[in-house]
């Protein structure tokens, strides 16, 4: 089954606690990207990457990083989480045009 | 900032009625204008998409139009259904760019 993959779902963690959020797709493609989505503010880019080793900024990239060694991975690191970052986060991917794929999302609550 | 601004935040439509929501853009580098619904607990999934050579697209009862003069587009929901309750959000993109912009979504509440 053709599938993007989140983990962890859920995440409660504290302030300065460096986490990792990891993103795998199954579909080969060559697109990939972070979003978050906030009440209100509908889903900001974070990161996206156009093929393997290459990553570039979105709207929001602050506070986060991201690394794309190979092509079904791409995880998104918080090296020192704050609170304005607990949001719900999305991982995607595409071929190089059409369709966005999402996967289910990972709620992320930091304290 | 967003580029692309989407109207309204909400509506609730009766079943049977139709659901219009409405985007506008600035950029005229997009190239690919496509519309994602998504159910709580759920990541967004593709619902109809349109490119700006097409003023209009439908899907059984999804219907995108696209005024490229005026940089906007909007999403007809026909003959609306209470599974349609969702919200939906409209995007816009360069595909040689590969930034997605979307716009802050707007749900939808159809009432039986």
């Known amino acids: 089954e053709a599938q993007v993959t989140q983990n962890p779902r859920y995440l409660i963690t504290v302030t300065g606690k460096k986490l990792t959020v990891t993103c795998s797709q199954n579909?080969?493609?060559?697109?990939m990207s972070w979003y978050r989505q906030d009440p209100g503010l509908g889903l900001r880019q974070i990161y996206y990457?156009?093929?393997?080793?290459?990553?570039d900024k979105g709207d929001v990239p602050e506070g986060y990083k991201v690394s794309r060694k190979e092509k079904r991975n791409f995880p998104l690191i918080l090296e020192s989480p704050s609170p304005n970052q607990t949001s719900l986060y999305f991982c995607?991917?595409?071929?190089?045009?059409?369709?966005?794929?999402f996967g289910e999302g990972s709620r992320l609550t930091v304290l | 900032q967003q580029q692309v601004k989407q109207s309204p935040q909400s509506l609730i439509v009766q079943k049977g009625g139709i659901s219009i929501i409405n985007c506008a853009y600035e950029?005229?580098?997009?190239?690919?204008f496509p519309w994602y619904q998504q159910f709580p607990g759920k990541g967004p999934a593709l619902l109809i998409a349109?490119?700006?050579?097409?003023s209009e697209k439908k899907e059984g009862r999804f219907t995108i139009s696209f005024n490229k003069s005026a940089k906007q587009f909007s999403l007809h929901i026909m003959d609306s259904q209470p599974g349609d309750s969702a919200t939906y959000f409209c995007?816009?993109?360069?595909?040689?760019?590969?930034?997605?912009?979307f716009g802050a979504g707007t749900q939808v509440v159809v009432t039986p």
């Open positions: 995607a991917s595409r071929e190089y045009t059409g369709e966005l794929f």
């Open positions: 579909m080969n493609h060559e697109y």
């Open positions: 990457s156009m093929n393997v080793e290459v990553t």
């Open positions: 950029n005229t580098a997009f190239d690919y």
């Open positions: 349109i490119r700006p050579d097409v």
């Open positions: 995007a816009a993109i360069t595909d040689s760019w590969g930034k997605f912009q």
